[in-house]
């Protein structure tokens, strides 16, 4: 672990501008208050699951026997992967300047196409360790597809695509959340991706909530279609409801910490 704290504090993070991002609002949902558009519910989920803290903290967390830590101040970042092997420490770093491989301190240079696999599997944890906070990037687009009931409970639905640039790998993913009408706290998500076989898809039912230093953090429940060729993207919350999914694991974040960073 003293290497990994050494390299953390020698590793240089520089400024990045992120605006917001683009949305689609081809439909609104009609309240007593006002008029919500997609933005407008992804912006109220943000804020009751940490707001504005997220932009300034130190999280750490463990999935699966790897430590993870992701360092934000304002429009800067690092997303740190630490793997012990033996007596062995590999970092996989990324930040606004790019992606790094680092076996104890020493660098490792990567051809491209390894470095792109490590880069989006460690984005991808971090990306999900923290909804729905991400859901305003820049290469994000955002389209409000109604509303719909899982367990009784109303949600807003919301389809998420990303830009090629900026987007990341997987930029051609499709996302599916449902956030809860009374809380919007992000409770569902669906996501489809490219597989040796064709499309792949997950269902993810959020459970053991919980607040650390004012941020919301869950595990989930991860599901796929008992039958992937008979349904589309956007009907799995139906099919979670029919009982037609079958449960492939559990995400669990354990040992959250957070600190709040200072401006």
């Known amino acids: 672990m003293k290497n990994y704290l050494l390299l ?17 609002n081809t439909e609104v949902i009609e309240t007593t208050k006002k008029t919500l558009t997609a933005n407008d519910i992804v912006d109220e989920s943000i804020a009751v699951s940490g707001g504005e803290r997220f932009t300034s903290s130190s999280l750490k967390f463990e999935f699966r026997d790897v430590y993870y830590q992701a360092l934000r101040k304002n429009h800067e970042y690092l997303l740190v ?4 092997k033996k007596n062995d420490s590999i970092f996989d770093m990324l930040s ?4 790094e491989r680092y076996n104890n301190s ?8 390894i470095a792109q696999t490590y880069e989006a599997s460690v984005n991808s944890v971090h990306y999900f360790s923290v909804l729905p906070y ?9 389209s409000l597809l109604g509303s719909e009931k899982i367990k009784d409970k109303d ?8 830009d090629q640039d900026g987007g990341g790998e997987d930029f051609d993913d499709l996302y599916i959340y449902w956030i809860n009408k009374e809380t919007f706290k992000l409770e569902y998500l669906a996501y489809s991706y490219a597989e040796e ?17 004012g941020l919301r953090f869950v595990d989930y429940n991860n599901f796929k279609p008992k039958d992937s060729e008979s349904i589309a993207l956007e009907n799995l919350g139906k099919a979670f409801e029919a009982d037609n999914l079958e449960l492939l694991s559990k995400i669990e974040l354990k040992n959250v910490k957070v600190e709040l960073v200072n401006n």
């Open 8 to 24: 953390i504090s020698f590793v240089t993070i520089f400024a990045c501008n992120n605006e917001n991002s683009k949305t689609e």
């Open 81 to 84: 992967r630490l793997t012990v």
């Open 96 to 99: 606004n300047v790019g992606y």
């Open 106 to 113: 020493e660098f490792v240079q990567l051809e491209d196409s």
């Open 134 to 142: 991400g859901l305003n990037d820049k290469a994000v687009n955002k």
């Open 155 to 162: 949600y807003y639905k919301i389809k998420v695509t990303f």
């Open 197 to 213: 076989k064709g499309i792949g898809m997950r269902f993810r039912e959020a459970y053991n909530e919980r607040y650390r230093g």
